[in-house]
């Protein structure tokens, strides 16, 4: 019997259940008595889809079904994580944004080698100009609340507890997004207020080098 095993990367992928979410599918795997959906692997044993099926099984001591789905190479192994995680109905636009941004690495090293075998056209004609298209195509999304959303994640500004309260729909992305421009805004200020400062210590510094 092939050895079932986690793959934290892929793990970290699956959007978290709710406690009642959990204890509802663990009610039901266990009512249907080996009927639920399998979970699926990768022919090494590692999940790619069924994290909280494969949790429930064990804490059930009900021995886990496994399909097994092979892939020529792990980004394409990868992508279908990432697609699996996507269809969860629960999701508002900004989890489905998160976790489709998690495969912009995967979509850039497939255009790329796609690329390199097919030629360069212009920028945006090429495999690796529509990425965003491609992602918010996953997430359902336009390619507008992709860039704001990668924004959002990559702003220091932007605590923990908003990104949770995004995941939560507590905050909107325009909400959010809104942060990061007066951030933007604020740091190109500080930006102009030093460049002044620069000029001014320059001028000075010019003026006490002039011979008396």
Same mark, same amino acid.
């Given at each position: *019997?092939? $050895?079932?095993? /986690?793959? #934290?990367?892929y793990a970290s992928m699956v959007p978290k259940q709710s406690p009642e979410e959990y204890e509802s599918l663990k009610?039901? /795997?266990? &009512?249907?008595? @080996?009927l639920y959906v399998p979970i699926i692997v990768n022919q090494n @044993?590692?999940? !790619?889809?069924?994290?909280?099926r494969y949790k429930?099984?064990?804490? !059930?001591? %009900?021995? #886990? +079904?496994a399909l097994v789905k092979e892939f020529n190479n792990e980004l394409d192994e990868q992508l279908f994580v990432i697609d699996c995680n996507l269809v969860r109905r629960q999701l508002n636009s900004f989890q489905r944004t998160e976790l489709a941004l998690k495969s912009k690495p995967i979509l850039e090293a497939i255009a790329k080698r796609n690329e390199s075998i097919g030629g360069k056209g212009g920028r945006n004609l090429t495999p690796l100009g529509r990425v965003n298209d491609r992602i918010g195509? $996953?997430? @359902?999304?336009? $390619?507008?609340?992709? /860039? +704001?959303? &990668?924004? %959002? !994640? @990559? *702003?220091?500004?932007?605590?923990?507890?908003? +990104?949770?309260?995004?995941? !939560?729909g507590k905050v909107s992305i325009n909400e959010a997004?809104?942060?990061?421009e007066q951030d933007q805004e604020g740091l190109s200020l500080f930006q102009k207020c030093q460049m002044a400062a620069d000029e001014l210590n320059k001028s000075a510094a010019n003026t006490d080098n002039q011979p008396g």
């Open positions: *019997n092939r $050895r079932i095993r /986690i793959n #934290p990367e009610q039901s /795997i266990k &009512e249907e008595n @080996g @044993g590692v999940i !790619l889809d069924g994290h909280h429930a099984c064990q804490e !059930l001591a %009900i021995e #886990p +079904k195509q $996953r997430a @359902g999304v336009s $390619r507008d609340t992709v /860039i +704001k959303v &990668e924004k %959002i !994640l @990559g *702003n220091k500004r932007i605590s923990d507890e908003v +990104k949770e309260d995004l995941r !939560l997004y809104k942060m990061v």
